[in-house]
């Protein structure tokens, strides 16, 4: 464990983790985090900042794998040692905690995450000021719980401001670093998340046919990035009523989905759901019934999982 009593070691090995993760290599980069905490814990101890970073990074990983109840003990835990050491109001705790109400927001836990991202909210206004671009990830995550919360009202003045700055951050991106680099398909990503939620279904569908043109020659038809994206067309197309491309285009996302991330993976277990909202539009009641059972069956089968394994 030599190496990983120092720091910078582990801190690049996290940076290293995140470029398999961007790279869309989940597993590379769990695997490596899952090692590096291992060593952190060992070396520089359990609630040393480096770990607790360590542990951030490695949450985010699962939670972006689908592993929910595996994310949660690890921020809950690097957002106390944070606390401990920082305070609730440094920039890195309040990182933390804007990432764990994020789970809690994926896990269901609505009230809990607007809990956290209102006082989140609050503070990085306070701390970072109002135009810091780390506070529109908490707006996005706040409007998001206020959605599904049904406190519409309460989320459309988030959404108009996020729009806002990711139109801005979008043609910037385009003018100096061009329309197929990553990080201007990521803005065009959130822009069209943001129309959706306002409601702008046509305006959003076209930056998505668009962003999946692009990704598919970049990354190819299997990455997740290039899945989550198509997801999201097929999710314009119900909206604007053309049951039938969304059908198709979300039967070709879960094959592929299933293959690549596994059959119950929950972007599997959302593309199910989405292609039986379009059977249902198209009037094969009993194909989506069929397909909304399965996915019961499944995440049942996980929660009970989640149970078995649980603290």
């Known amino acids: ?43 520089l101890g359990t609630d040393n900042l480096v770990t607790a970073a360590v542990r951030n990074n490695l949450a985010t990983a699962y939670r972006a794998a689908g592993e929910l109840a595996r994310a949660v003990p690890l921020l809950e835990q690097a957002v106390a040692d944070a606390e401990r050491a920082l305070g609730d109001e440094d920039q890195v705790t309040l990182g933390f905690r804007s990432n764990l109400a994020g789970v809690y927001q994926d896990t269901g836990e609505v009230r809990l995450a607007i809990r956290l991202y209102e006082q989140v909210l609050a503070d990085q206004e306070r701390v970072l000021g109002a135009e810091d671009p780390r506070i529109l990830v908490t707006r996005n995550g706040l409007a998001r719980s206020y959605a599904a919360a049904g406190e519409v009202r309460r989320a459309l003045p988030l959404l108009e401001r996020a729009r806002e700055v990711d139109e801005d951050t979008l043609a910037r991106r385009r003018r100096v670093l061009g329309p197929d ?17 306002l409601g702008m279904h046509q305006a959003a ?14 990354h190819g038809h299997d990455h997740p990035w290039t899945l989550i994206t198509a997801s999201n067309l097929a999710s314009d197309l119900r909206q604007l009523g053309e049951a039938e491309a969304a059908r198709d285009l979300d039967a070709d996302t879960l094959a592929r989905r299933r293959r690549v991330l596994g059959d119950d993976h929950p972007q599997t277990l959302a593309s199910a759901s989405n292609l039986a909202k379009d059977l249902e539009q198209l009037g094969d009641h009993q194909a989506a019934a069929g397909l909304r059972a399965e996915v019961r069956h499944r995440r049942r089968g996980q929660g009970e999982a989640a149970q078995a394994n649980g603290p």
Do not use: W
């Open 205 to 218: 569908r076209e930056l998505d046919a668009d962003t999946l043109a692009r990704r598919r020659t970049a």
């Open 181 to 197: 680099h990553p990080a201007t398909l990521t803005s065009q990503h959130n822009l069209s998340q943001d129309l959706s939620r």
């Open 1 to 43: 464990m030599a190496d990983h009593e120092n720091p910078e070691f582990v801190m690049s090995q996290v940076k290293l983790a995140a470029a398999y993760k961007a790279a869309g290599e989940l597993r590379e980069a769990i695997a490596l985090l899952e090692q590096t905490l291992a060593g952190s814990q060992t070396a």
